[in-house]
């Protein structure tokens, strides 16, 4: 028998079969040996094949196989330095959520989110979230990210989860498509589904007073339907709802193919002295040169320098 795996739930994994039953599934015993180097094997969004209760010869199901992924989101572990986490598979596209204030997302973690996202295949759409709640000083910062980030490439949208501005512009866009919603914790994944997905009761929790983060309000990553607008969408479309993450230790980049995942320095890259070079300290290096013409910008560069030495197993444990 064939799914879809649309919950994960820790120890067990909530598969939703072709003939649309939603079962409850392990994962046989021996899958784990196959060296794959990851705390979860299976993933929400993977195709897989079950066994039943009759075939196995006692109670439950069991993932016995994992179809052919297209893409996935992985991240570092937090607890096994030497294992990845993977966040979704099979998705079209990745909204991540940032917000300026309350909580800040730093642009570091936002360039390891889309150099991942550049190294598996996913685009990313970038949601600027909370944009009611800024001061002046914060509404201008928050447009010059717009303006970074759409220059370098990436489409961006400013939304509030909380009054609806934005949403109609975003809605078109999920139309369709399995779509990873990611970010930190508290800058209001929970309330924009809620938003987009009526019924969908997410639970919410106010930032942490003492530390100005967000709590932790989902546990396990879920495939959550979503109602589309058009009766021309043939496609099923799907949000991805994943748990706030507080740093995003990249998984698995050799140094040298770093800077094909950012998209200006792999431009600039083409006209450097050696096809080598690291971007650091190389003579006739082009991607230096836009550097210190402002072409590339200094927050980039160091989230690129970041990623470099990632090799360094605690550094992951950091927040980013």
């Known amino acids: 028998m064939k799914g879809l795996v649309v919950k994960n739930t820790g120890s067990w994994y909530i598969v939703r079969t072709d003939d649309d039953q939603l079962i409850p599934c392990k994962v046989k015993g021996n899958f784990r040996l196959k060296g794959i180097r990851t705390t979860n094997p299976v993933a929400v969004g993977d195709r897989v094949t079950i066994t039943t209760p009759a075939a ?120 369709g498509k399995i779509t990873l919603l990611s970010g930190n914790s508290g800058v209001g994944k929970s309330t924009l589904i809620n938003t987009l997905v009526p019924g969908a009761n ?10 100005n983060t967000g709590q932790h309000t989902t546990t396990f990553s879920e495939m959550i339907p979503l109602h589309h607008s058009s009766s021309l969408i043939s496609s099923p479309s799907y949000l991805i709802d994943t748990p706030g993450i507080k740093g995003f230790g990249t998984f698995d980049m050799e140094p040298e193919e770093i800077s094909g995942y950012f998209k200006e320095i792999f431009r600039f890259s083409k006209d450097c002295r050696f096809s080598n070079c690291t971007h650091t300290h190389e003579p006739g290096c082009a991607v230096l040169q836009a550097l210190d013409s402002h072409y590339i910008a200094q927050s980039r560069y160091q989230s690129y320098l970041s990623m470099l030495h990632d090799k360094d197993e605690a550094k992951y444990r950091e927040a980013y």
């Open 202 to 211: 997410l639970r919410t929790a106010e930032l942490s007073e003492a530390h």
């Open 56 to 175: 196995e010869g006692r109670d439950g199901c069991f993932i016995t196989d994992i179809g052919d992924r297209r893409n996935y989101i992985i991240r570092k572990s937090i607890n096994l330095s030497k294992q990845s986490h993977i966040l979704a598979a099979n998705v079209d596209q990745a909204l991540l959520i940032v917000t300026v204030a309350n909580p800040q997302t730093s642009t570091t973690f936002i360039d390891r989110f889309l150099a991942s996202a550049e190294a598996y295949r996913v685009p990313v759409i970038l949601l600027f979230n909370k944009t009611d709640l800024l001061s002046d000083d914060e509404q201008h910062y928050q447009q010059m990210m717009l303006q970074l980030y759409e220059t370098i490439g990436y489409q961006c949208l400013q939304i509030s989860a909380t009054t609806g501005l934005g949403i109609d512009r975003l809605r078109p866009l999920l139309e």
